[in-house]
């Protein structure tokens, strides 16, 4: 009889362990592996997790907004008695996100690109549908059959999982893809409880048009995860705007609330895009104004840049580099935590100066599991160097397979070499781009209006779409657009 296989054994142990859920929106059963008591402790685990990989808004405002909106539909969805989370994270990217257990993420980029009340309330209703209808408890139980593995959305090889901080269970739930049914669940689910709380969600139709124009002029991976499965976007829009006007008739002559100036007067100084004091990168160079150092990025490498640490990867996934900040009150008891930590066998070592910073550089690999056969442990070679800087000790990690270490080593050591104090006060000095609410002051036509607001020909049409307009569009005398300021 043969063993069966630690993996073998996990998916046996899932699949006895998973039951039929009644589902709170539709009555039927459902197959989850997970319980609502698992569901929760999943919500409450992965929120810390979350929220060091984005970072919080630092908005007061806007946080009581989702806090206090979020908490009046949850009140009126299938599930009200889940203790539900509603928070603005701090990334660029356009988007909204639910996690099992009733915890909702907004970024400060779609909170940007809402245009009123109504919209914001149409996809907070989305979300929330998202928990009531347990789409994420499910699509994670697939997840689970299927053994995917997935670190922080990078193409990085699972061999490098121990040693990408972010490559946690509860992160992995940010990247599921729900299906056309899921999606159009949700979209139903918005309209009703947005509607149950006062809004027009005939607005959350119009909000749609905006991210179809977002993906169509090459801002795909900025386009919320929520359309990227879903139906043709016009056969969506049409079919959001029958269900609002199906729900309007619900709910009788109830005056149903759109928002736009309250909405955009709470937005105004909104950051929009990269914030340049989190670290950016320009010409392949990565700056932090902040922390003052910088150092290049391998041409083609994807980056991701978050409060707790920067990854790099090539597309095809063969190597993974890292900097963060390494604990310890000199080089070698950082060098000596780092060691114990990621298990590993010292093969070289020895003390350096980069760009007349002190170092340690290590050359290490994992240190052999005596429980797994031979056969199944990886070979992994890292190259760390330990750069003491501004009060700090900073690790800049190297990892590719053993056979490719050699091959990889330049590339890692001439991120290394260029790691080197920020002093350039164009860099130092660099301040975000954020919101402007103007008040137009004599009817024109759109593009006309950020004429006269300095808004530069080459991003006339980004900042039409932000405003869910047209440049052709005729703006009326005393209306609020944004424009684009320091």
């Known amino acids: 009889m043969n063993k069966l296989t630690a993996k073998g054994l996990a998916l ?27 569901e929760i402790a ?25 806090q206090d909106k979020g908490q009046q539909m949850a009140k009126v969805s299938h599930r009200p008695e889940l203790k539900y989370e509603f928070k603005v994270v701090d990334s660029p990217i356009v988007n909204a996100f639910a996690v099992p257990g009733g915890y909702v993420y907004f970024t400060r980029g779609i909170m940007a690109h809402f245009n009123n009340e109504a919209e914001f309330a149409g996809v907070l209703g989305h979300e929330i549908g998202h928990i009531t209808a347990r789409h994420s408890a499910k699509q994670y139980s697939k997840a689970m059959l299927a053994q995917v593995g997935l670190i922080a959305g990078m193409v990085v090889s699972p061999q490098f999982g121990q040693f990408a901080e972010q490559a946690q269970q509860g992160l992995a739930l940010l990247f599921l893809k729900f299906g056309r049914d899921d999606e159009s669940q949700s979209d139903r689910l918005g309209v009703e409880y947005s509607t149950k709380i006062g809004y027009d969600a005939q607005e959350m139709a119009g909000f749609f048009n905006t991210l179809d124009r977002m993906g169509k002029k090459g801002e795909g991976e900025s386009v ?11 056969d969506r829009f049409q079919k959001v705007q029958q269900l609002a006007a199906e729900w309007k008739a619900k709910v009788g ?16 100084g909104i950051v929009y895009g990269e914030d340049p004091k989190q670290g950016f990168v320009e010409k392949d160079v990565f700056y932090h104004p902040v922390l003052k150092f910088q ?18 990867a090539p597309k095809n996934g063969k190597a993974l580099m890292s900097l963060t900040l ?43 599991d005596p429980q797994q ?44 070499s260029g790691f080197r104090p920020l002093t350039d006060p164009a860099k130092l000095n660099r301040q975000p781009d954020r919101i402007r609410v103007k008040t137009v002051r004599q009817a024109a036509p759109l593009s006309q209006v950020l004429r006269e607001h300095q808004v530069p020909a080459d991003r006339m049409e980004e900042v039409a779409v932000l405003n869910g307009m047209r440049l052709k569009d005729r703006v009326e005398s005393g209306t609020m657009i944004k424009v684009l300021g320091k």
């Open 224 to 234: 919320p995860t929520f359309l990227s499965t879903h139906p043709d976007p016009a």
């Open 373 to 416: 056969q031979q056969q199944q442990q990886q070979a992994v070679r890292a190259l760390i160097y330990l750069v003491e800087y501004g009060g700090n000790i900073y690790n800049l990690m190297g990892l590719s397979a053993a056979n490719d270490f050699q091959g990889n080593f330049r590339t890692f050591y001439g991120v290394v």
């Open 253 to 268: 002559d109830q005056k149903l609330a759109v928002n736009r100036d309250s909405y955009l007067k709470m937005i105004d």
């Open 42 to 66: 999943m919500g409450q685990q992965s929120d810390p997790d979350i929220v060091a990989q984005f970072g919080l808004y630092e908005d007061k405002t806007l946080q009581s907004f989702i």
């Open 295 to 312: 150092f290049p990025v391998p041409n083609g490498w994807m980056l991701q840049n978050s409060p707790q640490q920067v990854q790099m």
């Open 12 to 38: 046996v142990l899932l699949l006895g362990l998973g039951s039929c859920a009644r589902n709170p929106v539709t009555g039927r059963k459902d197959f989850v592996l997970l319980s609502e008591q698992q």
């Open 326 to 368: 390494a604990p310890g009150k000199s080089l070698e008891e950082a060098g000596r935590t780092l060691v114990q930590q990621y298990k590993l066998t010292v093969v070289e070592s020895k003390s350096e100066t980069v760009n007349g910073l002190p170092a340690l550089a290590i050359v290490a690999d994992p240190t052999p």
